[in-house]
């Protein structure tokens, strides 16, 4: 039937899902807290909201803030990962599980029980591990290059960058991250100094991106013919089971069931999600549900999932 025709069931149609769905998200006036533990974060008006795709064919659609910057925190995870992964293959996994950890992002708990091997690659103690890995025998500074290399080629574009003083800011109060990477080290699960390791981990995290540069870098965990490939099928489809199971914390679950895709979310209020084959989506919005996972975000992702009938369920 063709749309105009009365009583017509409309073709899912994103130019027009995205500005209305931006409408609904800005008519709701509870915007969740911003995170207040990274000083720098605690400045962002949480009043904001975004959300880009890109289809398998390529296109782009918006609608919101989409062209601000905005700081990805935890959403490099996933980029960190592909690269250790490239670097050192499975043996990474003799360092860091891949089992949901049911805690906080920030955990540390769990590590002390588990003799100093990390549940997954996305909480931040894994995450440190991954980000050990990448830095490997390198300075911080080729570590760094490398990471923002990758990312600027998965977005096709050169104007990504990290901003320092939310690095700084992380560095004075992140009082926890130290805590795990001193006892991942105790435990002999870093190869590099805590600091060193540390210092590339808060800096990597304090990479901006607008949630269109966002959008357009998750295109590689799509793996459809027209969009870029950076690594193989098989990488794609592990980092999706990743992302699936371990990208939300201890939030997993609920964004399973709400939203039924792999997606990864960041303290920033970034979250990245894949519909395998189908989109690339980044959403975007400061304030954070008491998971630590974008409230307004998540409320989208789940919208647009169910108008889209993109749920992998
Ligand atoms: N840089 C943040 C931290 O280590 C990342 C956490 C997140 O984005 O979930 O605390």
Redesign the pocket.
């Known amino acids: 039937m063709r749309p105009s025709q009365a009583g017509a069931t409309e073709l899912p149609n994103l130019d027009a899902i995205l500005p209305r769905l931006n409408d609904q998200m800005r008519d709701d006036d509870i915007w969740g807290e911003v995170?207040d533990?990274?000083p720098e974060l605690a400045r962002i008006d949480p009043r904001q909201f975004a959300i880009a795709v890109v289809l398998a064919d390529g296109t782009l659609h918006s609608a919101g803030d989409a062209d601000t910057p905005f700081s990805v925190?935890?959403?490099t995870?996933v980029f960190t990962l592909a690269i250790a992964l490239g670097r050192i293959g499975d043996q990474l996994w003799t360092r860091v599980g891949r089992e949901p950890s049911g805690r906080a992002?920030?955990s540390i708990v769990q590590l002390e029980q588990e003799q100093g091997r990390p549940r997954n690659p996305f909480i931040?103690a894994g995450?440190i591990v991954t980000t050990d890995a990448v830095l490997g025998n390198r300075q911080p500074r080729e570590a760094l290059a490398e990471i923002v290399q990758f990312v600027r080629t998965a977005a096709g574009t050169d104007d990504i960058h990290i901003n320092n003083k939310v690095a700084a800011s992380?560095t004075t109060f992140?009082h926890?991250?130290f805590a795990l990477a001193h006892f991942l080290a105790s435990c002999d699960n870093l190869t590099n100094r805590p600091e060193m390791t540390l210092g590339t981990?808060?800096h990597h995290?304090?990479l901006e991106m607008t949630t269109v540069q966002l959008a357009m870098a998750g295109r590689f965990l799509v793996d459809a013919p027209g969009l870029p490939r950076l690594v193989t099928p098989r990488r794609i489809r592990r980092l999706n089971a990743l992302m699936l199971t371990c990208g939300h914390?201890d939030g997993s679950g609920d964004f399973a069931y709400r939203v039924g895709i792999p997606g990864k979310?960041?303290?920033?209020g970034g979250i990245l999600a894949i519909v395998p084959g189908v989109a690339s989506i980044a959403v975007w919005s400061p304030g954070l549900n008491r998971y630590?996972n974008s409230l307004k975000g998540t409320e989208a992702l789940a919208s647009l999932a169910r108008q889209m009938s993109w749920s992998i369920f």
Do not use: L
């Open positions: 995170a533990y990274i925190q935890s959403v995870k992002f920030n931040n995450a992380e992140g926890r991250n981990y808060f995290c304090a914390y979310s960041g303290v920033g630590g």
